[in-house]
């Protein structure tokens, strides 16, 4: 059973940059691809961006490209994703999630664990 922490959500201004971490616990961290989704009010949730296990490849969704970086620590099992140049429509929750697989997926059902979430707000 793997236990995802995510932190580091708040209040930006619109440009500005924020960073997020997720910490794990309670698995082999390796393991697993992990992914980011987020969820505005009255939104479905949707993916933002994965890393395979190595961290050697990454992924993302169309409207964060060439803003939003994924990275992982392996030994410090903890993924992060540094958030640049932040719009208004980037506010959201932020949920980390954990797929015990070798590929990626876009789909959330693809990922077995979940943290919490952590709030992001940015202010136009």
């Not at 697993?32 to 949730?45: D, H, I, L, N």
């Not at 993924?79 to 429509?89: G, I, P």
């Amino acid at each position: 059973q793997v236990q995802l922490v995510e932190s580091g959500g708040g209040l930006v201004q619109a440009g500005g940059s924020l960073r997020l971490s997720c910490a794990a616990s309670g698995g082999t961290f390796s393991n697993y691809v992990m992914g980011w989704f987020r969820q505005a009010p009255g939104k479905e949730r949707e993916f933002v961006g994965a890393i395979n296990w190595r961290g050697s490849s990454t992924y993302y969704a169309d409207s964060v490209l060439g803003r939003f970086t994924i990275s992982r620590d392996n030994a410090k099992m903890t993924v992060y994703l540094q958030m640049n140049s932040l719009k208004a429509e980037d506010t959201a929750v932020y949920y980390c999630a954990a797929a015990d697989s070798l590929y990626y997926s876009r789909r959330s059902d693809a990922y077995n664990y979940w943290g919490q979430g952590t709030q992001v707000t940015v202010s136009s």
